[in-house]
């Protein structure tokens, strides 16, 4: 038997909403797990990809400097990846912020919102710095897929990911194509 | 003896009548071409090029060019394919789309034309414009993160209301949609529910208010029939109510 597809999965800008609908496979995801074994991935929490992997798919787009670090890594050891759902190939809900300053948007948050107390704008160094403004994916990195959706159905992340397993062209067919 | 006139679109025969635009005949001959800025109930604008079509080795705007017997005429080819994506995708990128939260998901032109055209990404990067939104009507929004700048509500304000209630402003990528009204405001112009511009965008930056959810996701028109079916359904009752 021909070892593994390996796949690692990523949450950036996010809402965990396509890694869920992935999930809503079922029964489905032990078919898929008979050819392929996930590498790093939140659903089995490691952090970094070792090597090289076959398939990366990422959900969310690029928020801060670690959402662009983590693009990157997977950019250098996926063969092939893959923008998943509308955030991270269009930007989506979060780049609505991007109609304002990315000062208005903390002033928004953290000094004038509704109940704060003791008023500051979060400042440790462990925090990832923000983005001046969110990007889609495949404004820093090539994607060689993208998979639109919000989020892509169940039925599109295996349709997508059965295709693409059997070298085939992975594009969805009109009723399975949704951007919302 | 029938002298009826024909061109052949993609090797297909098909009949007109004289003055009938080549979009015209082709609809009713069932054959779709994509559009967005052109609405047959209308007189066409051909600004959108999306209806491009290769008329004897030259494109045209179908929705605008007269049918002549024996034009052999190009439409469903990989080229204008190609062509058309990348339209769709400039027109994506140069607004503020994001059909998650809109309210006219299903039932909305663009977003229509892009699954039928196949688009999944939009190649290019996004502008992200700043954009004006007018909610101060009490019935309608006028959201331009939405706007195509198709013209359908200039055109029908000033052919159809006679009211000249909208107008388009400023040049290429600045353009934009402005409102007859001494503040500019949609709530101080003459824009009523019974106008014809007022149900006329076809997609969501004239919307009315209280409306959006009324038929719920997943029962709208384009979930039922993608547009090309939709369209050439739509022609064809709108040819039969007017010829009989």
Redesign the interface.
Known sequence: MASKLKVATCSLAGCFGCHMSLLDIDERLLDLLEVVEFDRSPINDLKRIEGMVDLGLIEGGLCNAENVHVLRHFREHCRILV?VG?CA?????P??R??YTLRECLDEAYIRGVGVENAQIPSDPELPLLLD?L??L??VVR?D????G?PPSAEAFWHFLTELIAGRDP??P?QL???? | MDHTKTFFLDGQEIPFKEGQTVFDAAMAAGVYIPHLCHNPDYEPHSSCRLCTVIVNGRPFAACTQPAVAGQMIQNDTPELREMRRTLTQML?VEG???????EK??HCKL?AT???L?L????F??F?P?REVDASHPDFVLDRDRCILCGHCVRVSRDVDRKCVFAMTHRGIKTEIVVDSPTGLLKDSRLTMEDEAANVCPVGALMPKRKGFQVP?GERPYDKA?IRVDSVKNFRIREERRHG
Not at chain 1, 145 to 148: E, F, I, K, Q, T
Not at chain 2, 96 to 102: A, D, F, I, K
Not at chain 2, 120 to 123: A, C, G, L, P, R
């Open positions: 923008s509308e190939v269009t930007g989506g809900v780049s609505m991007n109609h403004k990007r889609p495949h404004e994607i897929y993208y998979l639109p919000c594009s969805l009109l194509l949704r951007y919302d | 994506f503020n789309h994001y059909c998650p939260t809109c998901s299903g977003q892009a699954y039928d196949g999944q990404d939009n190649h990067p996004q992200f700043k996701i993608p």
